[in-house]
C-alpha cells in the first residue's frame, strides 16, 4: 500500500473507533435522558406527585449538564498537557463505570433519600466523562484527517450522538418487548445499563491501538526544544485559551445553544409529553425518536462535506434558521396523536439540527491553536451544553404546565435566534491548516 493509501486507512481506523466510541458513551448519557422521563420518576424519589416527580428526575438528568463544564475543563487542561488519546481512554472509562453502577443503584422503596442522592452524583460523572470525550474524540479524528475532508471525518464523531439515541432507544424498546410494565420498573430498565461495561472493552483497545494526533505529536516535539520559562500554555492551556480566545468561547457556546435546545426537547422532553398528551405509548415514541436519529445521521456527514467545500458558516446559520421556524409545527404535530406526524416532528427537527450538529467538530476546531485546542473547543462545547441543554426539559415542563406548549416552541426558536448570531459573529475557518 503506498503512502496515500496507509494515511487513508489510518484516519479511517482512527474515524471508526472514535465513531464507536462515542456511541457508546452517548448511549449512556442519553440512556439517562429516556430513563429521566419514563422510569426515575416513579422510582427514585419517593410519595412526590407525577409533576415533581418529573421535574426532580429531570433535575437529576440537569447534573449531568453542569457537570460537562467540569468535565471539558478537566479534561481539555490534561488533553493539551499529555495528549487526546489519554484523556479519551480516562473519559470512556469514568462513563463506563457510572453507568454500571446506575444499572445496579437501589431505589428509593429500599434505601430512602440516599437513591436519588446517589442517583445525582452518578449522573455528576456521567457529565464530566462526556465533557472530556467530546474533545477527544473530536481532536482525535479532525486532527488527523486532511485539510479537504476534515468536516466528513470530523462528522464521525458528531455522528455518536444520535447513534447513542438510537442504541439507548433501542435498548429500552427490546427490554420492554419482554417484559411486563411491572417487571420493567422492577429490574428490566437496569439492563441497559448494565451494557455500558462495553465502553471499557473500546478505551482498552483505543489505549493499545492508536497513537495520538499529528497536531499533538508535532506540538510536544516542538515543547521538547522550548526553554522551560517560555512554555506557558503547557502550564494552564485552559487559562491560556480563556485569555487568547475570550470572544470565541462565548461565541463557541453561543452557537451550541439551539442544538442543545431543541435536541432535548425533541428526546428528552417529547417522551413525557407525548405520554401524557396522546394516545401514543412509550414504545411508539422510542421509535419515533429512533427513526428521527436514524435519518439524522447520514444528513450529518452530507451536511459536513458539503461544508468541507462551501465554508462552514452557511450551512450552520441555514439550520439554525430552519429550527427556528421549524418549532412553531412540533407541537400541533405532536398533539394530533398520529404516529407518522410524531416521526415527521421529530425527524425534520433532527435533520435541521444537522446541519449544525455535523459541521460542529471541524468548525470548533479550527476556532482554536493546537496548544489549546482541546481547551478552548471543549469549554465553548460545554458552555454550550449547559445553557441550552441542562434545563431545557425543565423549562419545557414547566413552560407547558404554568402557561401553554406554545411558549415551549417560543423557547427553541430564541435558542435558535441566538445560534444564528453566534455563528454570524464567527470567522469563517473551513480552509486553515491545523498543524500550523
Known amino acids: 500500500m503506498n503512502q496515500s493509501g496507509q494515511k487513508e486507512s489510518n484516519i479511517r481506523k482512527v474515524a471508526l473507533t472514535s465513531l464507536a466510541g462515542t456511541s457508546i458513551e452517548w448511549y449512556d448519557f442519553f440512556l439517562y435522558g429516556a430513563a429521566a422521563g419514563l422510569v426515575f420518576p416513579k422510582l427514585f424519589f419517593g410519595e412526590a406527585s407525577p409533576t415533581t416527580a418529573l421535574i426532580l428526575s429531570f433535575l437529576t438528568f440537569a447534573a449531568?449538564?453542569?457537570?460537562?463544564?467540569?468535565?471539558?475543563?478537566?479534561?481539555?487542561h490534561f488533553g493539551d498537557l499529555i495528549g487526546r488519546k489519554k484523556t479519551l481512554v480516562i473519559a470512556l472509562?469514568?462513563?463506563?463505570?457510572?453507568?454500571?453502577?446506575?444499572?445496579?443503584?437501589?431505589?428509593?422503596?429500599?434505601?430512602?433519600?440516599?437513591?436519588?442522592?446517589?442517583?445525582?452524583?452518578?449522573?455528576?460523572?456521567?457529565?464530566?466523562?462526556?465533557?472530556?470525550?467530546?474533545?477527544?474524540?473530536?481532536l482525535l479524528v479532525t486532527e488527523s484527517a486532511p485539510k479537504e475532508k476534515r468536516g466528513y471525518y470530523?462528522?464521525?464523531?458528531?455522528?455518536?450522538?444520535?447513534?447513542?439515541?438510537?442504541?439507548?432507544?433501542?435498548?429500552?424498546?427490546?427490554?420492554?418487548?419482554?417484559?411486563?410494565?411491572?417487571?420493567?420498573?422492577?429490574?428490566?430498565w437496569r439492563i441497559p445499563f448494565l451494557a455500558s461495561f462495553v465502553l471499557i472493552l473500546i478505551s482498552l483497545y483505543i489505549q493499545l491501538k492508536l497513537e495520538d494526533t499529528k497536531a499533538f505529536q508535532e506540538l510536544e516535539a516542538m515543547e521538547d526544544k522550548t526553554p522551560q520559562d517560555s512554555k506557558v500554555a503547557k502550564s494552564s492551556p485552559i487559562l491560556e485559551a480563556i485569555k487568547k480566545y475570550p470572544k470565541r468561547i462565548s461565541l463557541a457556546a453561543g452557537a451550541f445553544l439551539s442544538v442543545q435546545v431543541?435536541?432535548?426537547?425533541?428526546?428528552?422532553?417529547?417522551?413525557?409529553?407525548?405520554?401524557?398528551?396522546?394516545?401514543?405509548d412509550r414504545d411508539d415514541l422510542l421509535m419515533a425518536v429512533l427513526i428521527g436519529c436514524a435519518i439524522m445521521?447520514?444528513?450529518?456527514?452530507?451536511?459536513?462535506?458539503?461544508?468541507?467545500?462551501?465554508?462552514?458558516?452557511?450551512?450552520?446559520?441555514?439550520?439554525?434558521?430552519?429550527?427556528?421556524?421549524?418549532?412553531?409545527?412540533?407541537?400541533?404535530?405532536?398533539?394530533?396523536?398520529?404516529?407518522?406526524?410524531?416521526?415527521?416532528?421529530?425527524?425534520?427537527?433532527?435533520?435541521?439540527?444537522?446541519?449544525?450538529?455535523?459541521?460542529?467538530?471541524?468548525?470548533?476546531?479550527?476556532?482554536?491553536s493546537t496548544e489549546v485546542r482541546y481547551s478552548g473547543a471543549s469549554l465553548g462545547y460545554q458552555?454550550?451544553?449547559?445553557?441550552?441543554?441542562?434545563?431545557?426539559?425543565?423549562?419545557?415542563?414547566?413552560?407547558?404546565?404554568?402557561?401553554?406548549?406554545?411558549?415551549?416552541?417560543?423557547?427553541?426558536?430564541?435558542?435558535?435566534?441566538?445560534?444564528?448570531?453566534?455563528?454570524?459573529?464567527?470567522?469563517?475557518?473551513?480552509?486553515?491548516d491545523l498543524n500550523d
Do not use: C, H
Request: glycine residues 12%; hydrophobic residues 55%.
Open 383 to 432: 458552555l454550550g451544553a449547559i445553557v441550552g441543554g441542562s434545563f431545557a426539559p425543565i423549562i419545557a415542563t414547566l413552560l407547558w404546565k404554568n402557561y401553554d406548549i406554545f411558549w415551549v416552541s417560543v423557547y427553541i426558536a430564541f435558542a435558535s435566534i441566538l445560534s444564528l448570531i453566534s455563528v454570524y459573529m464567527l470567522t469563517e475557518t473551513f480552509q486553515k
Open 154 to 188: 470530523g462528522a464521525f464523531a458528531q455522528a455518536g450522538a444520535p447513534i447513542g439515541v438510537i442504541l439507548a432507544n433501542l435498548a429500552f424498546i427490546t427490554v420492554g418487548l419482554f417484559t411486563d410494565e411491572e417487571s420493567f420498573l422492577s429490574w428490566g
Open 93 to 138: 472509562m469514568l462513563m463506563g463505570v457510572s453507568s454500571t453502577l446506575i444499572g445496579l443503584l437501589p431505589t428509593y422503596a429500599t434505601i430512602g433519600i440516599a437513591a436519588p442522592i446517589l442517583l445525582t452524583l452518578l449522573r455528576f460523572a456521567q457529565g464530566i466523562a462526556i465533557g472530556g470525550q467530546w474533545g477527544g474524540a473530536m
Open 64 to 76: 449531568g449538564f453542569i457537570a460537562r463544564p467540569v468535565g471539558g475543563i478537566i479534561f481539555g
Open 297 to 368: 445521521v447520514p444528513t450529518q456527514f452530507g451536511f459536513s462535506s458539503y461544508s468541507d467545500r462551501n465554508g462552514r458558516k452557511g450551512v450552520f446559520m441555514a439550520g439554525a434558521a430552519l429550527t427556528a421556524m421549524w418549532a412553531f409545527a412540533i407541537f400541533p404535530l405532536m398533539e394530533s396523536g398520529s404516529f407518522l406526524n410524531a416521526v415527521i416532528a421529530i425527524t425534520i427537527g433532527l435533520t435541521f439540527l444537522g446541519m449544525m450538529y455535523g459541521p460542529q467538530a471541524a468548525f470548533f476546531a479550527e476556532l482554536f
Open 262 to 280: 431543541t435536541f432535548y426537547i425533541l428526546i428528552a422532553f417529547l417522551l413525557a409529553y407525548g405520554v401524557e398528551t396522546t394516545d401514543m
